[in-house]
């Protein structure tokens, strides 16, 4: 495999506060949460290879107002986007509207319980101070400062062997074009280290070019999987905001993407910048 051009040295211009809420988080964690609730009545450990802060206040102005505050208000139900929020409304905190956002180590924990491992990298030393005192005193909860990317073969070959089943995000900040090859190409390697492990990949979406060269590198790389992405703004249309993001799924648990298939337009029509402007793109190799 050719080598990666992967920088985990690199310092970190993204933070997940600047963002937190917003359409692309709404996706990423309605996939999480649909993958761990069917999940959840096993041993389970997950793995966060950029969990950030943990949680995250939001003003009364943000990016939030495109994602989650458009279905704060949905009401409960058995369907993937309705039982993300609940768990969203139990773990943050809000009533009228969100008043702060929980990150995936703490919707994890929501829904997994405390009997479930976590392994949460942030190379951020502030970030990994706060998730640490978060997560203080959980036995079963490690805050780790360092690029999970990194580490993450070695640490699914771990959690295979003490868990029943292991869950890993992997949501870095995307922030150096190379990111684009470093990612993917980590990620095979994590892929190809594991039996049994379901992956999640989020990325952002402002054109096609960047998704679709990814793709093809991991189809070389032999790694089967399946896209999910949602656009809730038109591509053609540029602007300093997320214009949509994808969820790459690889061994995902049985009825996920027949999920995400069902919640992508009840998130689209909700959540689109312009009335009815959405789309849905869903796609399989391997």
């Known amino acids: 495999m050719p080598r990666s051009r992967y920088r985990p040295d690199a310092t970190p211009d993204y933070g997940h506060r600047f963002h937190a809420g917003n359409v692309g988080d709404v996706w990423k964690h309605c996939a999480l949460v ?79 319980g405390a009997g479930a491992t976590l392994d949460l990298w942030d190379r951020d030393a502030v970030t990994h101070e706060k998730l640490a005192r978060r ?4 036995a079963s909860a490690r805050a780790i400062c360092a690029d999970g990317l990194v580490v993450l073969a070695d640490a699914v070959r771990t959690a295979e062997r003490r868990a029943d089943d292991v869950v890993v995000l992997v949501d870095p900040p995307w922030a150096q074009k190379a990111d684009w090859i470093g990612v993917p190409d980590s990620l095979a390697r994590a892929v190809a280290a594991s039996r049994r492990a379901s992956f999640i990949l ?23 999987g399946t896209i999910a992405e949602l656009i809730t703004t038109p591509l053609e249309h540029q602007r300093s905001r997320l214009n949509g993001s994808g969820v790459l799924l690889v061994r995902p648990p049985d009825g996920t993407l027949e999920a995400l298939g069902d919640a992508a337009p009840r998130i689209g029509e909700r959540c689109a910048t312009q009335a009815g402007a959405w789309s849905f793109r869903m796609r399989a190799w391997g």
């Open 34 to 112: 649909d993958v761990l609730r069917r999940m959840a009545t096993k041993r389970v450990a997950y793995l966060d290879t950029h969990a950030g802060e943990g949680s995250y206040p939001l003003a009364a102005t943000g990016e939030w107002t495109e994602g989650i505050g458009r279905l704060w208000d949905m009401p409960d139900g058995d369907d993937a986007v309705s039982s993300y929020v609940a768990v969203c409304r139990r773990v943050g905190r809000g009533t009228a509207r969100p008043e702060e956002y929980p990150g995936s180590p703490a919707l994890a924990r929501a829904v997994l």
């Open 135 to 138: 997560f203080e005193g959980a």
């Open 202 to 224: 989020w990325y952002p979406v402002k054109s096609l070019t960047r998704p679709n060269a990814m793709i093809a590198r991991l189809e070389r790389a032999r790694v089967a």
